[in-house]
């Protein structure tokens, strides 16, 4: 099933952020090394920045790390790897248009970054871990946003741009840790094409991202989660926003109840715990999106949108008093901001 829906503008109210550290400017290189989630103060000025691990959105809960820095009132920041590559015996992952571009939604400013250093993995001959971003690059990417007085969506693009050039610095970073390490990288030539595309502008980044969004989201649609123990039909989803931007996702479970339409975000562990606090975040996040859909349609037929969070977990599951705590913050955000709770098989 496919699901079609707008966003003119997001309405919501995090109640579950956590509490974030200060580090002065100064100290962003041991900011990044300590937290996923922090405020930064510059002078007189405090960001709370982000930053993603890789810049697939599926790798070390980036969305949970985001989510924590929505309590915020003033300037939000996210810093995310244009590539991101492990070695030949590990995983590579490009930036996609549509992330930066979810994040305008959220009125998040992007940092596109790379990495510049790593260090060997013990366990694979063809693998690096512990990368380190460019700091410098970061730093003056910094103090030109703590003066810029666009929005979110205008620094996102201006950040596009220059995709391209971002990427140059990435790939030569990439050889260098290559040489000094000795590991062998993934392929520079499949990268180099890729790279290519993007120096061509954002219009063909944007159509290239698209195209494997639209990929992803259809692989997404058809794959059973081991995890996720769901029981429904999986349905893709479009959104547009008011700019015509489109944003490509999945919902891992949708009910049709006459005129109702029941998105669900699914989040499975096997233990007797609850899932954990990353995936419950990650979640909550969708829940953002979810409850700001607007004209929402299937087969051209309009439905009322109803988001639903829905927990599951292992047989021996049963609710005990620190539970109870987590379930009721959870039942306050959705109560909050018009989604619903649902605990194995029962609405909580």
């Known amino acids: 099933m496919h699901v079609t829906a707008k966003i003119t503008g997001i309405e919501y109210s995090p109640l579950m952020c956590r509490k974030l550290h200060t580090f002065d400017f100064s100290q962003l290189d041991k900011a990044l090394c300590k937290e996923a989630t922090f405020y930064l103060k510059i002078g007189e000025n405090r960001l709370a920045v982000s930053w993603w691990v890789s810049a697939k959105r599926t790798r070390s809960y980036p969305y949970a790390r985001v989510y924590d820095s929505l309590g915020y009132s003033g300037k939000k920041i996210t810093i995310i790897p244009i590539i991101k590559d492990e070695g030949k015996d590990g995983d590579r992952d490009f930036l996609q248009w549509d992330t930066a571009s979810l994040m305008s939604l959220f009125g998040v400013y992007v940092i596109i970054g790379y990495y510049k250093d790593a260090s060997t993995n013990p366990k694979y001959k063809n693998k690096v871990t512990n990368q380190r971003y460019d700091i410098p690059y970061i730093k003056e990417e910094i103090m030109k946003l703590l003066s810029y007085q666009s929005d979110a969506l205008h620094w996102n693009i201006s950040q596009l741009e220059k995709a391209g050039d971002i990427a140059e610095k990435s790939l030569k970073a990439y050889a260098d840790i290559s040489k000094r390490l000795s590991v062998e990288m993934h392929s520079s030539d499949t990268a180099r094409k890729r790279v290519s595309k993007l120096l061509q502008g954002k219009e063909t980044f944007l159509r290239v991202s698209r195209e494997l969004a639209k990929k992803a989201q259809k692989r997404e649609s058809i794959t059973e989660q ?28 949708i009910e049709l109840h006459n005129d109702r339409l029941f998105l669900i975000e699914g989040k499975h562990t096997k233990t007797d715990r609850l899932p954990s606090l990353g995936d419950i975040k990650d979640g909550l996040l969708r829940m953002i999106l979810l409850t700001n859909l607007k004209d929402v349609q299937v087969k051209e037929e309009k439905y009322t949108p109803i988001p639903v969070l829905k927990l599951t977990t292992g047989s021996e599951f049963k609710i005990k008093p620190r539970h109870r705590v987590l379930l009721n913050r959870l039942k306050e955000e959705s109560l909050t901001n018009g989604f619903k709770i649902m605990l194995n098989s029962q609405y909580f």
């Open 226 to 253: 081991p995890k996720e123990k769901l029981k429904g039909t999986k349905a893709t989803i479009t959104i547009t926003n008011y700019l015509g931007g489109k944003y490509f996702f999945t919902s891992d479970e």
